[in-house]
């Protein structure tokens, strides 16, 4: 797959723009003080459906035409892309298929099913969610949207950064999460494109690292068993979306699970926003590494704000 | 005590611009489904202190001429009028002193040494309390800001409803929360001078309510050993903010704690802020009687954030 380029960005954000909203950022001299620099907060957790992912999935599911979407769309995930495909699929007047595993939380599901879409339940394992989405698709003739290993996805996610450089385009540096690498690869791409003089920097928990490690040694690397609080950045970077950072990414920082606890909770009590853990690891990597970031202009997309309120590390 | 009048509420706003935000307004179309209205949302949880209460103490205390002011500020309180106080002295370059009840959440104490006030621990009954204030004051020659029985609190409070009705000039109703009084009285005055087809309702927990039965029957009544999540409603209404009321507010609705509670858990999920059950109290009223409201434009002052995070009650 070919990486996306900047007309490809600008089209995802003509495609999507009346789907979504353009976040609002947000700053905290709390958080100033405490890096010595001045630090802005794209507020995707403001996004509809709670997430940045809403960008990706409205870009695939939009770039087909009408009458290629009537038999429907499909992914599997327990996560904000599953509340993505299943909101944009309605937006787009077509029926959504969601496998989730028999883990994910129930308010999450319902969420999934308050936008009308189907929902599968399967066993909370790779294959088995792989399988049987598999078997929805052959039922139904659903296309498949797959939540980061897609051109129109980074695409789709790359438009959050857009956004940021527009309305700051003086950032020094600017800083997201990395899972599976869909809005980090976007992210990256967009600053290579538009402001090359802002470093790209990554944050990764401690405990699934696998970025961190395939950036270092330059060939894909994967985490046995990953376990961290930061539930949406448990998969592994993609391939496409491993090309792209190792090009235009300037660093990657790994951060301990109780850094992420401690930074999630600095910005719910200072700065009064619902953030869940995945976006709090790149609020981590911020104060770990103030010294980086001092005297200097930085943003953040604070990824999404969905957290399960009964279960809270603190 | 008179009415603060028009004037002293805009050389409040023009005397504390400057150490205060102009609060954003948010909506959220999930609560605009919910009432079938639309509903706009003050956010004074973003304040400075993460709470309204910041503009009262700051137009007390900037009121003063500076040679008036050398020997600082006292205040007895366990919420975020202390706070308020103690960040108000300090943009002014004085001292507070702040006479915190021995059950002030640690959190809180540690906020108020924070702005460098000097915090005197008593019993927490409100005779030790007034009793610490007041040798504090023969010691130092503080001068005390009253949380909310005074001209200039209301005047101060009130800017909070200036700025919403300015930026949304067109709404039906106003809402806030009734504790002392202050914000209450100071929105309806606000409301009277200058949007007088806007209707301001209450907004009180059921078992705080003392303002509605007093709304109800004419004449100040109280209520026995208050107990309400709403931590920051527990004190009675004072006698000039309930002259205001009585002659600027439209109605009071009461809600029970799980509305409270319900209302402040569909805030975080939906709306990704984290505010107080002071705030949700408003919010509730609004769910409870949506029937009012449905067809309409709401406006809701969002009172605070301070929320004692290892103690939610969900």
């Not at 996306?4 to 789907?19: E, F, G, N, Q, V």
């Not at 599901?109 to 936008?115: H, Q, R």
């Not at 990414?249 to 619902?274: F, G, P, T």
Request: aromatic share 8%; hydrophobic share 40%.
């Amino acid at each position: 797959m070919e990486f996306p380029s900047l007309s490809d960005i600008k089209r995802a954000h003509t495609r999507i723009s009346k789907y979504i909203y353009n976040t609002q950022i947000m700053t905290s001299s709390t958080i100033n003080e405490i890096v010595g620099g001045e630090v802005f907060f794209k507020c995707e957790n403001f996004q509809k459906v709670g997430a940045f992912k809403m960008r990706g999935a409205t870009n695939v599911i939009m770039s087909y035409r009408p009458e290629e979407r009537l038999n429907g769309f499909a992914t599997h995930s327990s996560g904000n892309h599953a509340q993505a495909v299943a909101k944009a699929a309605a937006d787009a007047g077509v029926k959504a298929y969601i496998v989730m595993p028999s883990n994910a939380p129930q308010v999450k599901v319902d969420a999934v099913k308050g936008y009308g879409a189907e929902v599968t339940m399967c066993e909370p394992t790779e294959e088995a969610r792989a399988e049987a989405c598999k078997k929805v698709i052959e039922r139904t003739g659903a296309i498949q949207v797959h939540p980061y290993h897609d051109t129109r996805i980074i695409a789709g996610q790359a438009t959050a950064a857009k956004e940021f450089i527009e309305e700051q385009p003086e950032l020094d540096f600017m800083i997201t999460p990395v899972g599976g690498g869909g809005l980090a690869a976007g992210s990256a791409l967009t600053l290579g494109h538009v402001s090359p003089t802002t470093k790209m920097i990554l944050a990764e928990p401690e405990a699934v690292n696998d970025t961190y490690k395939s950036f270092k040694s330059g060939k894909l690397e994967g985490v046995k068993d990953p376990k961290s609080i930061a539930d949406g950045l448990l998969v592994s970077v993609g391939e496409l979306n491993f090309a792209i950072i190792k090009e235009y990414v300037h660093d990657i920082y790994c951060v301990s699970e109780q850094e992420i606890v401690d930074a999630m909770r600095l910005v719910w009590e200072r700065m009064k926003i619902v953030i869940e853990p995945s976006s709090a690891v790149a609020v981590a990597a911020l104060i770990k590494h103030k010294e980086v970031f001092a005297g200097k202009k930085t943003g953040i997309i604070i990824t999404g704000g969905n957290v399960q309120l009964n279960e809270l590390p603190f």
